[in-house]
């Protein structure tokens, strides 16, 4: 079974920044997709941020481009996303998420699911 915990979610001022943390296990860290999704109450969760196994390349969606970067921590088995600039409109639920490939930014894509991240950006 796929674990997947996220962390680093909170509290922030419109213009702050966060990074957000998603720890899973060696096995799927190395041949799953994972990707990063938001969700506001009442609205469909959406991709943020995608990045497959191995070394390729990332990819952020467009609607936050500039402002979200997805990374990894190799041998810790870490994936993050780090937001700066921090907008109201960006208050919602964080989801890590894992799946097999290829990568995409639909939902359909993933299996397995964090609890979620609150961060809720106050202007």
């Known amino acids: 079974q796929v674990q997947l915990v996220e962390s680093g979610g909170g509290s922030v001022q419109t213009g702050g920044s966060l990074r957000l943390s998603c720890a899973t296990s060696?096995?799927?860290?190395?041949?799953?997709?994972m990707a990063w999704f938001r969700q506001v109450p009442g609205n469909e969760r959406e991709a943020v941020a995608r990045?497959?196994?191995?070394?390729?390349?990332?990819m952020v969606h467009d609607s936050v481009k500039g402002r979200f970067a997805i990374s990894r921590d190799i041998p810790n088995n870490m994936l993050y996303l780090q937001i700066k600039n921090l907008k109201p409109e960006d208050t919602a639920m964080y989801y890590c998420?894992?799946?097999?490939?290829?990568?995409?930014?639909?939902?359909?894509?993933?299996?397995?699911w964090g609890q979620g991240t609150q961060v809720t950006v106050s202007s």
């Open positions: 998420a894992a799946g097999p490939p290829p990568c995409t930014f639909a939902i359909t894509g993933y299996r397995d």
């Open positions: 990045i497959p196994s191995g070394f390729h390349t990332e």
């Open positions: 060696a096995y799927t860290y190395s041949t799953h997709c």
